[in-house]
T-cell receptor
Framework: KNQVEQSPQSLIILEGKNCTLQ??????????LRWYKQDTGRGPVSLTI?????NTKSNGRYTATLDADTKQSSLHITASQLSDSASYIC??????????????FGTGTKLQVIP | NAGVTQTPKFQVLKTGQSMTLQCAQD?????MSWYRQDPGMGLRLIHY???????DQGEVPNGYNVSRSTTEDFPLRLLSAAPSQTSVYFC??????????????FGEGSRLTVL
């Protein structure tokens, strides 16, 4: 069964500190992996996308890595800010079949940044 | 562009009542979908559509109906609400085949409580 597992389930860090969130997946075949940020009471918003050939991609203070061989991804947040408090969801997508792609969601990591 | 618009944001129903959650997008996306998000679980696909007049079931379709008469609108109907349908519902859209990046665009969510 295609699965996406994230760890830790929740995390509390001090403002200004760095943190790394993990995502392991068994989804196959693989098309791409996205990290979404979901603020409380809002819909998820895409942060980064990683395709099979990409190892690292940055978006400001967010850096995502992908190891397609071990089927692992990480999201590193540098110099955290209070506005980084949110849930981060790892989403793995298969190549299009029958006109659309299949998407598998992780359960998310809830990050709280405290002053 | 407004993106994906969901209404209502909050709704309380009594068991057995019916209602419709509205979803509209202005990005001319072929693919639209409904998810429910429950604590400790990833987003789960209820129903999806790859174009006007075409709908199909997702992972958890029981108790829900959808229709797609236009490209822009994709309403979700609860036929006879049950407490197990208490959840946060998200509508999302994208290019049907995922387009160049496969990003899903989410609405702000509709929080439903069934008493």
């Amino acid at each position: 069964k295609n699965q996406v597992e994230q760890s830790p389930q929740s995390l509390i860090i001090l403002e200004g500190k760095n943190c790394t969130l993990q995502c392991n997946y068994t989804v196959s075949p693989f098309s791409n992996l996205r990290w979404y940020k979901q603020d409380t009471g809002r819909g998820p918003v895409s942060l980064t996308i990683m395709t099979f050939s990409e190892n690292t991609k940055s978006n400001g203070r967010y850096t995502a890595t992908l190891d397609a061989d071990t089927k692992q991804s990480s999201l590193h947040i540098t110099a955290s800010q209070l506005s980084d408090s949110a849930s981060y969801i790892c989403v793995v997508t298969t190549p299009p079949s029958g006109g659309y792609q299949k998407v598998t969601f992780g359960t998310g990591t809830k990050l709280q940044v405290i002053p | 562009n407004a993106g994906v618009t969901q209404t209502p944001k909050f709704q309380v129903l009594k068991t057995g009542q019916s209602m419709t959650l509205q979803c509209a997008q202005d990005m001319n996306h072929e693919y639209m979908s409904w998810y429910r998000q429950d604590p400790g679980m990833g987003l789960r696909l209820i129903h999806y559509s790859v174009g006007a007049g075409i709908t199909d079931q997702g992972e958890v379709p029981n108790g829900y109906n959808v229709s797609r008469s236009t490209t822009e609108d994709f309403p979700l109907r609860l036929l006879s609400a049950a407490p197990s349908q208490t959840s946060v519902y998200f509508c999302a859209s994208s290019w049907a085949s995922g387009g160049p990046t496969g990003e899903l665009f989410f609405g702000e969510g509709s929080r439903l409580t069934v008493l």
